[in-house]
C-alpha cells in the first residue's frame, strides 16, 4: 500500500497529519537513537530502550521533541503552502524559459518605466529606472538558479531573488501611484518600526539605521530588497522541511 493510501485509510486530512508529526518525530529521535523512524527496518525492528539510563534519555528525548513539535509543525504548513505556490511559479518558468520569462519582466518593468519618465519629476523617474531594473535581474537571477541549481542553492539564491521580483511591484507602483500609498507604503513604515524597536534593538542598530537613512521614496523599495533576502531563506528552509515531511509527489 502507498503512503498516500495509507494516509487517506487512516482519516483524510486527520490521517496525514498523524502521518506527518510522525515521521518529524521519528527523524527527531533518529538523531540520538537507532531505527525509530520505522522504514528500512522491517527485519529489525523498532529500536527500544531496555536499560533505566536508556530509558531516562529515550522518554526526555521524545518529550522535548514533541514540544518542538508544537512549534515544528505549523511551520511546516507553511512550507507545504509555500511549496505550493512555488511550484506554479516554477512551472511559468518551464513554459516560458529564462530568456522567456526575462523578456516579460522586461516588457512589465520597462513600460513602468517609460510611464515615470512621461509623468514624474526625473529624480524619481530614476528611482524608478534602478527599481525596474533591480526587479528584473532578480527575476533572471530566481529564474536561473531554479533551473540549474540544486537544493541548497534554491534555499540560498532562488528565494531570496523570487522575493524580491514578487515585492517590488506593489511598492514601485505605490511610489508612483499616490492612491496607494495609504496601502502599500504606509504599512511598510509601520513595519519598519516594528523591526527597528523589537528586532535591530540589538547593538543599537536602530539607533544607526535612524540617524543615517530616511525611509522615503526610493528607500522603501530598498528596505524591501534587504528584508527579500532573510525571509526568502527562511520560506526556503520551510519548504525543505517540508521535503523532508512529506516529498511533493506524496502531497
Not at 104 to 124: E, H, K, Q, R
Not at 134 to 159: E, H, N, P, Q, W
Request: overall charge positive.
Amino acid at each position: 500500500m502507498s503512503t498516500r493510501s495509507r494516509r487517506a485509510s487512516r482519516g483524510g486530512i486527520v490521517g496525514a497529519v498523524q502521518t506527518d508529526l510522525e515521521r518529524l518525530h521519528g527523524a527527531w529521535m533518529e538523531i540520538v537513537f537507532p531505527r525509530q523512524r520505522g522504514r528500512g527496518h522491517s527485519v529489525m525492528g523498532k529500536w527500544k530502550p531496555e536499560t533505566l539510563p536508556q530509558k531516562v534519555a529515550y522518554y526526555a528525548w521524545s518529550l522535548f521533541g514533541t514540544l518542538g513539535l508544537l512549534v515544528l509543525y505549523p511551520l511546516t504548513v507553511v512550507g507545504f503552502a509555500t511549496r505550493y505556490y512555488a511550484v506554479k511559479l516554477d512551472s511559468t518558468r518551464t513554459r516560458f524559459g529564462i530568456v522567456g520569462v526575462t523578456a516579460l519582466a522586461v516588457l512589465v518593468w520597462g513600460a513602468l518605466t517609460v510611464s515615470a519618465y512621461i509623468s514624474l519629476p526625473f529624480d524619481a523617474f530614476l528611482a524608478i529606472a534602478a527599481a525596474s531594473l533591480v526587479a528584473v535581474i532578480s527575476t533572471t537571477l530566481a529564474a536561473i538558479f531554479s533551473k540549474f541549481g540544486g537544493r541548497v542553492t534554491s534555499v540560498l539564491l532562488a528565494y531570496p531573488f523570487a522575493m524580491t521580483a514578487i515585492f517590488l511591484p506593489p511598492v514601485v507602483a505605490a511610489l508612483v501611484t499616490p492612491s496607494l500609498e495609504p496601502h502599500v507604503l504606509d504599512p511598510s513604515y509601520d513595519f519598519a518600526v516594528w523591526i527597528l524597536d523589537n528586532v535591530l534593538f540589538v547593538g543599537g542598530v536602530n539607533e544607526w539605521l535612524r540617524g543615517n537613512f530616511q525611509l522615503e521614496g526610493a528607500a522603501y523599495a530598498g528596505m524591501w530588497v534587504g528584508l527579500s533576502f532573510p525571509l526568502g531563506w527562511f520560506l526556503g528552509i520551510l519548504v525543505a522541511l517540508a521535503n523532508l515531511v512529506r516529498p511533493s509527489e506524496e502531497a
